[in-house]
């Protein structure tokens, strides 16, 4: 199958709008003043002022497209603990106490993620179904079974190694070293997860304006104005969760966090039986590269939404779903023309540390920098965040105060992004 017959009928927006399509939320009337201002309705802004609604202050939302546009209905549904340096790396920074406190926040935001979509009985597919981590050459496969058990004590996770011979029975493909499963990862239909949490938000009483981009913040007294084509509104508090669609609103932040575009395709529904090949376990995956990939079934089991990133620079996802095909394909032979029903794309933080940072810059409260993996991390840090605001002492975290770093001439704009993908790119084709 050409390009142009794999993307035929193709769709250029994600997949979970198919189920869960934008809210249109009606036009809303800014107030003059609220206690909280949340600039970002994805799940970070919308977790810190589910937090704020029910602590009792008026509370704001306002995003500059549909509420959750961005990362929050677009990301793989893919939740695991999401802190990305190991325990060495951190410990050599932060000490070994710091270390360990991060590393356990991010186990705590995996549980707590599963607690909050049980007890607020939010209907998005949510499952601990596990992760299949594949290693990309034999090294890796060593380096994974090395990290597995030396794991650091009080920081064990339930997992098991899957060597190469053994790998059918977790993946139907042969083009691994085997890998990892790590038993307590979780999937979830990201969009309905997002409208779950929207609808939570809402009757909890707060407002959320849509297509209402916050233009400028200005500090005037004890409080904050926000302006916006719809008028101004004054805020005591304000929130900044834009993470990768961070710009000049907020300065600071853009020179710490680095925009970084992950591409997605669906695939057409696959023949009858042939899941129960390619995903005996229904785990959710993703590989040792340095550019990763990270893919899954659908949660009717009748696709494969499937990740990654497929050039030095951004690009279109008309370009990227054929790019991604070809990816899946070398994966998976026998997909070979079953087309593309998706192609999208969205834009994750990265940070220079690869971790995320959550506090308050000259009175303004942030979190962001999940560094491509927050769908657990930025549920929990925006509710963390949000109990900040409430000046709760639960709201603390290991990531307090750590400091947020930038780069000399780094103003937001990642100059270094195509060398560095380059770079990683030819690493990960070495065979260690
Ligand atoms: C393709 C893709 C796949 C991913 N897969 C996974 C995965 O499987 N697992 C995982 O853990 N993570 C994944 N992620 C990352 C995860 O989705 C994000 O880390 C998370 O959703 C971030 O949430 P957020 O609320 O901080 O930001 P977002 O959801 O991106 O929300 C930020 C919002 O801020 C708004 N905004 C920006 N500026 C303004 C302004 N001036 N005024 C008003 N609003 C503004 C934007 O419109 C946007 O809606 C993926 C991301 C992408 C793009």
């Not at 992760?131 to 996770?157: C, D, I, M, S």
């Not at 991604?324 to 087309?339: D, G, I, K, Y």
């Not at 709201?395 to 990683?424: E, I």
Request: hydrophobic share 40%.
């Amino acid at each position: 199958m050409n390009d142009s017959e794999l993307m035929q009928a193709c769709t250029l927006a994600p997949y979970w709008w198919d189920d869960a399509p934008r809210p249109r939320l009606p036009q809303a009337v800014l107030p003059p003043t609220v206690d909280v201002a949340v600039v970002g309705a994805g799940y970070t802004g919308l977790h810190a002022a589910l937090q704020t609604a029910r602590g009792g202050r008026s509370t704001l939302v306002f995003d500059a497209e549909d509420a959750g546009w961005g990362c929050s209905s677009r990301n793989g549904g893919q939740i695991s603990t999401s802190i990305k340096p190991g325990f060495d790396q951190l410990a050599r920074r932060h000490g070994k106490q710091r270390a360990f406190d991060i590393l356990r926040e991010g186990q705590r935001s995996l549980a707590w993620i599963g607690e909050f979509i049980r007890c607020e009985q939010i209907d998005c597919d949510f499952g601990q179904v596990g992760r299949f981590h594949a290693a990309h050459n034999a090294a890796q496969y060593t380096a994974l079974a090395a990290r597995l058990a030396a794991q650091p004590k009080g920081l064990e996770v339930d997992a098991f190694l899957v060597p190469r011979a053994q790998q059918r029975q977790e993946l139907g493909s042969d083009l691994y070293w085997g890998g990892v499963v790590y038993q307590q990862h979780c999937s979830v239909h990201p969009a309905r997860y997002h409208q779950g949490l929207l609808e939570r938000v809402l009757a909890a009483g707060a407002q959320v304006a849509a297509r209402c981009a916050v233009q400028g913040v200005t500090r005037d007294g004890s409080s904050f104005l926000l302006s916006t084509a719809q008028g101004q509104v004054r805020a005591r508090d304000v929130v900044i969760a834009t993470n990768g669609y961070t710009g000049s609103l907020t300065p600071w932040l853009q020179r710490r966090v680095i925009p970084i575009g992950s591409y997605m395709i669906a695939t057409e529904p696959l023949p009858d039986g042939l899941m129960d090949r390619l995903f005996p376990t229904n785990r959710i995956v993703s590989d040792t590269r340095k550019v990763v990939y990270y893919y899954r079934p659908s949660p009717d089991r009748r696709r494969i939404i499937f990740g990654g990133r497929v050039s030095h620079q951004e690009t279109d996802p008309r370009v990227s779903g054929p790019k991604l095909h070809a990816a899946l394909v070398r994966l998976f032979p026998e997909l070979h023309n079953t087309p593309i029903s998706h192609s999208w794309c969205g834009f994750v933080a990265y940070t220079f540390d690869e971790l995320m940072h959550l506090g308050k810059h000259e009175g303004l409260f942030y979190a962001m920098g999940y560094c491509g993996a927050g769908v657990g991390t930025s549920s929990y840090f925006g509710m963390r965040l949000g109990q900040q605001v409430l000046g709760l002492s639960e709201g603390k975290t290991a990531l307090d105060g750590l400091p947020f770093q930038t780069r000399p001439l780094y103003s937001g704009n990642p100059w270094f992004l195509a060398p560095s993908v380059a770079y990683y790119r030819m690493r990960d084709s070495l065979p260690v």
